[in-house]
């Protein structure tokens, strides 16, 4: 079993920036396949990024270049840098992990095995 707890959503103004964490328990966090998704109000979840076990990074193409996805094996957590932000990025953020490599599945929620909660970042203009 593996446990996630996001953390550091805020309010934020336009162009500020943020970093978002994720924290595994549980299983051994280094062969997790992880991703981060969003959901705004009366919307669909949306993927944004992913990282493999091995470090390896992607990004949905609307949002590459303002996100960076990372993590610490020895903290066991993933993180989520956001940069410039906007109105639009206003949404709850979910961390996902998976237990096998998903390949062109990774933006797809239902492919993963564990979600966190969730943490609330909320931009104004």
């Known amino acids: 079993q593996v446990q996630l707890v996001e953390s550091g959503g805020d309010a934020v103004q336009a162009g500020g920036s943020l970093r978002l964490s994720c924290a595994a328990s549980?299983?051994?966090?280094?062969?997790?396949?992880m991703s981060w998704f969003r959901q705004a109000p009366g919307k669909r979840r949306e993927w944004v990024a992913h990282?493999?076990?091995?470090?390896?990074?992607s990004y949905a193409d609307s949002l590459r270049g303002r996100f960076t996805i990372s993590k610490d094996n020895a903290k066991r957590t993933m993180y989520l840098e956001i940069d410039g932000l906007k109105p639009e990025d206003t949404a709850g953020y979910y961390c996902?992990?998976?237990?096998?490599?998903?390949?062109?599945?990774?933006?797809?929620?239902?492919?993963?095995?564990?979600w966190g909660q969730g943490t609330q970042v909320t931009v104004s203009s």
């Open positions: 996902a992990a998976a237990l096998r490599q998903l390949g062109s599945l990774k933006s797809e929620a239902l492919n993963y095995n564990y």
């Open positions: 549980g299983s051994s966090f280094s062969i997790l396949h």
């Open positions: 990282i493999t076990a091995g470090g390896q990074t």
